[in-house]
């Protein structure tokens, strides 16, 4: 499969434990970005980055986010201190930064990570 | 800001006939916007996009939007619906002119095709 992967798909952990996420884009993207989806809402935006540079956070990524893309390659999220208001599914996306002379592509999904905190 | 308001939660279709299903945006640039299925418990499928060019845009599975500026609309269209259709469908808008790559998804609606 050549799509965007993520792991694990499910992930059950206790309020206060850290967790993190992993997704590896499709191979020739050099964009990567990280949404939240809850349930009866649109993905939001936390985090972007082009190649192995975080260019871009939104303000719903607290201090207990952190996400790397170390080489450029696959990309983790890290939860700190779960909280009860975690629990989401996490979707990771690629694109490439440019195509037939447009700077912007769109983001292919992956199946994303479901987060429930107890 | 950008934002993206898909004014109708649910929308209902006859199989056969043809549906459309509404998104509207607000942007201070020029829109890219974009069009995503989700079916249960899956991660978001490309339909379609607008960046520039023809307002009428086509895209997978017979779905196709066209781009209105005057009434910053980017509705969803398909001819004949499906049993296969029904999933939720976002609209999805990125200001251009905002030097950011995020986008902004609207809440969703959800597709019911009555056989």
């Known amino acids: 499969d050549t799509g965007v992967s993520q792991d694990p798909r499910h992930k059950i952990t206790k309020r206060g434990q850290n967790v993190t996420f992993r997704c590896d884009p499709i191979?020739?993207?050099?964009?990567l970005y990280w949404y939240r989806q809850t349930l009866g809402q649109g993905p939001e935006f936390l985090t972007y980055f082009q190649n192995e540079a975080q260019l871009e956070k939104s303000r719903l990524l607290s201090d207990r986010f952190s996400a790397e893309r170390p080489k450029g390659s696959f990309s983790t999220l890290e939860i700190q201190r779960t909280e009860q208001g975690d629990s989401a599914m996490y979707l990771c996306?690629?694109?490439?930064?440019?195509?037939?002379?447009?700077?912007?592509?769109?983001?292919?999904f992956g199946q994303g990570t479901r987060l429930t905190v107890v | 800001a950008q934002s993206v308001a898909q004014p109708e939660d649910q929308v209902n279709v006859a199989e056969g006939n043809p549906l459309t299903v509404k998104c509207t945006y607000s942007v201070s640039g020029n829109p890219y916007l974009f069009w995503y299925v989700q079916y249960p418990n899956r991660g978001l499928q490309f339909l379609l996009k607008?960046?520039?060019?023809?307002?009428l845009v086509k895209g997978s599975y017979g779905f196709e939007a066209e781009f209105n500026k005057s009434q910053t609309s980017f509705h969803l269209k398909k001819p004949s619906a499906l049993v296969s259709d029904p999933a939720l469908y976002f609209c999805?808008?990125?200001?251009?002119?905002?030097?950011?790559?995020?986008?902004?998804f609207g809440k969703g609606t959800k597709l019911s095709v009555i056989p």
């Open positions: 191979s020739e993207h050099n964009r």
């Open positions: 996306a690629s694109s490439l930064a440019r195509q037939g002379g447009l700077y912007y592509t769109e983001a292919f």
């Open positions: 607008y960046i520039t060019g023809d307002n």
């Open positions: 999805a808008v990125r200001d251009s002119g905002a030097g950011s790559y995020q986008l902004t």
